[in-house]
Nanobody
Framework: QVQLVESGGGLVQAGGSLRLSCAASGRTFSSYAMGWFRQAPGKEREYVSSITRSGINLYYSESVKGRFTISRDNAKNTVYLQMNSLKPEDTAVYYC????????????????WGQGTQVTVSS
């Protein structure tokens, strides 16, 4: 069992930055690929970024590539999402998720989810 807790969301102006963190419980964090997803009101959950167990391979959706950076610290059981040049369309609840398999972009592949953290970008 893995419990995930996101933090770092908030209200920011367009062009600003936020850093999300996702802290995982348990001693098996490094056994999981990790992903970030987001969901805006009235929309389906959307893939944002993912990272392999080692942290070497990183993946991004086209909508955030070049602006967001995913990373992880296996010693701290934490995965991060650095978000720069934020846009109003980035407004959503952001979720981290753990996958025993690979760092896919499909929510259905992930085994554990956090409760989400709200990110609001004002224009």
């Amino acid at each position: 069992q893995v419990q995930l807790v996101e933090s770092g969301g908030g209200l920011v102006q367009a062009g600003g930055s936020l850093r999300l963190s996702c802290a995982a419980s348990g001693r098996t964090f490094s056994s999981y690929a990790m992903g970030w997803f987001r969901q805006a009101p009235g929309k389906e959950r959307e893939y944002v970024s993912s990272i392999t167990r080692s942290g070497i391979n990183l993946y991004y959706s086209e909508s955030v590539k070049g602006r967001f950076t995913i990373s992880r610290d296996n010693a701290k059981n934490t995965v991060y999402l650095q978000m720069n040049s934020l846009k109003p369309e980035d407004t959503a609840v952001y979720y981290c998720a753990a996958n025993r398999g690979g760092p896919t972009g499909r929510p259905v592949d992930y085994d554990y989810w956090g409760q989400g953290t709200q990110v609001t970008v004002s224009s």
